[in-house]
Each structure stands twice: as C-alpha cells, then as structure tokens.
C-alpha cells in the first residue's frame, strides 16, 4: 500500500467525513469512526485533526472554501451590474449547498456551543459579509456601511433560504430567485418617502 503525503492524506479523511455524515449523520462521525472507515490508525487521525471539534471545523471550511472558490470563479464573468452579481452570488450559494448536499447544515448544526466551531463561524460571517460587500457596494449608489450591515442580512436570508431548498420546500431556483431578489431591493437607492 502506497503511503499518501500529509495534505493528501488530509484530503481523504475529509472526503471519508464527509460520506459518513452523509450516510449516518454527523452524531456517527468521530475520530475513531473516520480511522476505522478510512482504513488508518487511530492516532493519524488524530495527528490531522486533534479533536471531533477539529474535525467538524476542518469540513465546514472545506465546504466553505469550495463556496468561496466557486463564487470567485462565477464572478470573474459577470457583467458589473448589481441584478447580474445578485443573480450570480445567489445562485452560486445556492449550487454549493446542493453540491455538498445535506451535511452542509448537519456539520454546522452539530457545533451550535462549540467554541472553537463559533469562533470560526463568527470569522467566515466577518469575511462573507466583507466579500459581499467589496463586490457589491461599487454597483450602488448606498454609503458602504449600509452595504456591510445589509450583507449580513442578505447572509441569514440565504442560509434560511438553503434551508428549505435542501428539505424540499422550495426549489433551486425560487431559492436563488427570493435571495437575489432581496439583494436587488436591498441594495437599490433607496427613494426618499415623498
């Protein structure tokens, strides 16, 4: 058997995680579980990730970072208007929870009062609400403080948005649809009431 560098390695533990989960839930998932499953001692994968904390956190940035990724590259061919980066940043969200499929709540929802998870939680809230913003305040007329704080909005209607669409109560594209719609009216001078 060929031995696997440190980074692949890495690599398939969290592909490996990320099957368990899908197939038994995040409460299956533990170290031991993931050796086992992966056909490696114990402390390998302990050397990785340290704790069942450190292992849920790693697959929330991997998620995050394919998000990110993902997000960056559809951007780069999008026309500068704020309905074209709506539609764009909308439905990448959307792609990615689908392409990750339901673990992507699962492994968030199993590290509600966790600290290290909440920190790192706190800290991807911060960059996606800066990301928003350094794209879209450009494409409106809006003071970029308003921007930021609306971002973190747009962020909590497209996580409840993903919620439904992963459980069934609404489709992909209503998803998509709803959340850039709300980041269109969101982010539109506003009219002064006359």
Known sequence: MQKL????RRAQLLETAHAI???????????GALAERAGVSKPIAYRHFETRSGLMTALYKEINERQS???DEALQHTPKRLADVARVVA?????CVIAVGAEFHAIAAAQKGDAQM???QRELIE???ESYCAVMAPLTSLPEDTV???????LGAADALSVEMVRGAISKEQAANDLATLIISW?????KPG
């Open 69 to 71: 990724i993902a997000l």
């Open 5 to 8: 560098s440190n980074a692949d």
């Open 187 to 191: 982010l539109s001078p506003e009219r």
């Open 91 to 95: 439905t990448a969200y959307m792609d």
């Open 127 to 129: 960059h996606y609400a």
């Open 21 to 31: 989960v899908r197939e038994q839930g995040t409460d299956a998932l533990t170290l």
């Open 118 to 120: 909440g920190a790192y």
């Open 148 to 154: 930021r704080r609306r971002a973190f909005g747009i």
